[in-house]
C-alpha cells in the first residue's frame, strides 16, 4: 500500500496516494527542518538501513564559492534555485527508479519555494508546480534547536534566520496540504528511532 499522510482534526491518517509518479509500492520519506537541527546526522545514521538521497544545495553552494561567488543563494536565488529545483527533482525520479520500498530524501521539492518565500524573491511559477507535480508521502520536521545549531563555510544562517526559515517551511509544507510530523529533541539514536518506529506501520 502508498500512504499520503493528510491532517485532520489535529491528527495524521494515511490515504492510499495516487500519482502518476508512484509506479511502485514506495514511501517517499523527507526531513525537513532549518539550517543546523540535525537532519544531515539522522539521514546519515537512517542510510545503515535504507536508502537516503542526501542534501545537495552544499554541492551547489560549494561549486559556486570554487568560481568566486561565496553565497549564489544571496547573490541570484532564482539560479541557485532553479539548479536546486533540478537536482532534486532529479533525486525525485531517481527514487522512482529503486525497488526499494522506503526512501528517504534530506529536504524535499518544497524547501525550494519555501526559501524562496523566505527571501521574499518573485519567483516563477515552474516552482509552485513542481511542488505539486512531485508528492511525497511523510514529512519528519526538525525544529530549532540552538543547543546544536552551527555555522560553516556553506551553512551562514544565524540561529535566528533559522527560526525564521523554519517558519516558512513548516508554511510552505503546510499550504500543500501535508501533514508535518514533529522530531522530539533528543540523541540522534533517539530521534532516529522515532522516525523508524513511526513509519514501520506503514511498511
Same mark, same amino acid.
Given at each position: 500500500?502508498?500512504?499520503?499522510?493528510?491532517?485532520? %482534526?489535529?491528527?495524521?491518517?494515511? +490515504? @492510499?496516494? =495516487? &500519482?502518476?509518479?508512484?509506479?511502485?509500492?514506495? *514511501?517517499?520519506?523527507? *526531513?525537513?527542518?532549518?539550517?543546523? !537541527?540535525?537532519? !544531515? &546526522?539522522?539521514?546519515? @545514521?537512517?542510510?545503515?538501513? /535504507? !536508502?537516503? /538521497?542526501?542534501?545537495?544545495? $552544499?554541492?551547489?553552494?560549494?561549486?559556486?564559492?570554487?568560481?568566486?561567488?561565496?553565497? *549564489?543563494?544571496?547573490?541570484?536565488?532564482?539560479?541557485?534555485?532553479?539548479?536546486? *529545483?533540478?537536482?532534486?527533482?532529479?533525486? /525525485?525520479?531517481?527514487?522512482?527508479?529503486?525497488?526499494?520500498?522506503?526512501?528517504?530524501?534530506?529536504?524535499?521539492?518544497?524547501?525550494?519555494?519555501?526559501?524562496?518565500?523566505?527571501?521574499?524573491?518573485?519567483?516563477?511559477?515552474?516552482?509552485?508546480?513542481?511542488?505539486?507535480?512531485? $508528492?511525497? %508521502?511523510?514529512?519528519?520536521?526538525?525544529?530549532?534547536?540552538?543547543?546544536?545549531?552551527?555555522?560553516?563555510?556553506? $551553512?551562514?544562517?544565524?540561529?535566528?534566520?533559522?527560526?525564521?526559515?523554519?517558519?516558512?517551511?513548516? =508554511?510552505? #509544507?503546510?499550504?500543500? %496540504? #501535508?501533514?508535518?510530523?514533529?522530531?522530539? /529533541?533528543?540523541?540522534?539514536?533517539?530521534?532516529?528511532? +522515532?522516525?523508524?518506529?513511526?513509519?514501520?506501520?506503514?511498511?
Amino acid at each position: 500500500m502508498i500512504y499520503f499522510c493528510e491532517n485532520y %482534526n489535529n491528527s495524521c491518517y494515511f +490515504y @492510499k496516494l =495516487k &500519482s502518476k509518479y508512484l509506479i511502485n509500492d514506495q *514511501l517517499k520519506i523527507v *526531513l525537513v527542518g532549518g539550517p543546523g !537541527t540535525g537532519k !544531515t &546526522s539522522v539521514l546519515n @545514521k537512517l542510510s545503515n538501513q /535504507f !536508502t537516503c /538521497f542526501d542534501e545537495i544545495s $552544499r554541492e551547489i553552494t560549494t561549486e559556486a564559492q570554487q568560481k568566486g561567488i561565496e553565497q *549564489l543563494f544571496l547573490k541570484d536565488p532564482i539560479l541557485f534555485s532553479k539548479l536546486l *529545483l533540478e537536482k532534486r527533482e532529479q533525486q /525525485f525520479l531517481n527514487a522512482e527508479k529503486s525497488n526499494e520500498s522506503i526512501i528517504f530524501f534530506d529536504r524535499g521539492i518544497p524547501d525550494v519555494l519555501a526559501y524562496l518565500k523566505y527571501s521574499k524573491t518573485k519567483h516563477p511559477k515552474i516552482f509552485n508546480e513542481k511542488c505539486l507535480e512531485y $508528492r511525497y %508521502n511523510l514529512i519528519f520536521h526538525f525544529s530549532p534547536w540552538e543547543e546544536i545549531h552551527e555555522t560553516d563555510n556553506e $551553512r551562514y544562517e544565524s540561529f535566528d534566520q533559522t527560526k525564521k526559515i523554519d517558519t516558512y517551511l513548516k =508554511k510552505t #509544507y503546510s499550504e500543500l %496540504n #501535508y501533514s508535518v510530523i514533529d522530531v522530539p /529533541f533528543g540523541s540522534i539514536d533517539e530521534r532516529t528511532d +522515532y522516525i523508524i518506529n513511526t513509519i514501520d506501520i506503514y511498511k
